[in-house]
């Protein structure tokens, strides 16, 4: 449902985020696949890997190649003015891209979320989302948002004499632009349901409690705005430096601010991805309620013993004859 430049790169994403949103129960399918031995339940046959996949091939994938059949022009940026432009594999090209995109992000994210480091698993996302709005900003040449914006070829060359006002009133009242609400009224909303399910799923079980440190609203609130609103921002504002600076020098200095407000460890990106109670620990180290669940009915155990111990020779001197 969108061009299929920018289709891998959200489909990256999107991978990468259901991998993050499920990282605890992933942990957990771990420890049981390791556990057990079970050759059935292997790595390959993780539920959130098959329900990423099967989201992409049943949502993106055709809807994308609908509107490249429906508008090709728009569906290539305008790279193609029309059918006779866009050859046959590209509609075989956006439903494999999608698919593949969303299976390299869920791996690359779950493969950072198993050793502990989920928040670089975080960054998978951040960098799909980005480069899928830097994408649709900017483009290749500067036009990525009249080219979005633009229904047919007629209205991207027009943009100029129109203006953005007119441009995107036009774009707004035509028929791709209702294709792309509809669709993405049921791409994008089961994309969110899944991700905050598992987000809410993950948070019920052990040591949750003690890696949420705001209420549920407020942490599905900061992980939407860190996967969605951060990379908006950093890709406008590096459209805007290119613009200034030109290529070269307006992605280094993109490139420097990126690196200072996501990289330090007492940066706010990282203060605030702690907040949302995404795991933080290898996978073989089980969670902390657990532990203390453990350690508790261990002592339990213990107290009960000792005063079983005692109360055994209390009833063994009353027994006793006088």
Do not use: C
Not at 19 to 32: D, F, I, K
Not at 46 to 68: D, V
């Amino acid at each position: 449902m969108i061009p299929v430049q920018a289709a891998p790169l959200w489909a990256y994403g999107i991978g990468a985020t259901f991998a993050v949103a499920a990282g605890r129960q992933l942990q957990w399918w771990e420890r049981s696949v390791r556990g057990e031995g079970v050759r059935t339940r292997s790595r390959a046959a993780n539920p959130y890997l098959a329900l990423t996949l099967l989201y992409a091939a049943l949502l993106p994938a055709p809807t994308g190649a609908y509107l490249m059949w429906q508008n090709p022009a728009w569906s290539t940026m305008h790279a193609a003015r029309g059918h006779d432009g866009v050859w046959a594999g590209f509609a075989l090209f956006y439903g494999a891209s999608v698919v593949v995109g969303a299976l390299l992000g869920f791996l690359a994210a779950r493969l950072f979320v198993l050793v502990g480091a989920g928040y670089w698993g975080y960054l998978q996302a951040v960098a799909g989302y980005f480069l899928l709005f830097f994408t649709l900003i900017h483009g290749w040449d500067g036009t990525g948002y009249e080219r979005l914006l633009s229904a047919d070829p007629r209205a991207f060359a027009d943009w100029p004499a129109e203006g953005v006002a007119n441009g995107v009133l036009a774009f707004a009242t035509s028929g791709t632009f209702l294709a792309v609400l509809i669709f993405g009224t049921a791409v994008i909303g089961t994309m969110l349901l899944a991700e905050i399910g598992w987000l809410v799923e993950g948070w019920r079980l052990p040591g949750a409690a003690a890696d949420l440190k705001v209420p549920r609203v407020i942490a599905v609130a900061i992980a939407g705005a860190g996967v969605y609103g951060l990379p908006f921002a950093g890709a406008l504002g590096a459209s805007v430096l290119v613009r200034l600076l030109g290529w070269w020098a307006g992605i280094g200095v993109f490139a420097l601010v990126a690196g200072v407000v996501l990289l330090p460890a007492r940066s706010p990106v990282r203060a605030l991805y702690g907040l949302v109670g995404v795991p933080d620990r290898h996978w073989r180290v089980e969670p902390e309620a657990g532990a203390e669940a453990e350690a508790e009915a261990a002592a339990g155990a213990e107290a009960e013993a000792g005063a079983g111990a005692e109360a055994e020779p209390e009833v063994r001197r009353t027994s006793r004859p006088g």
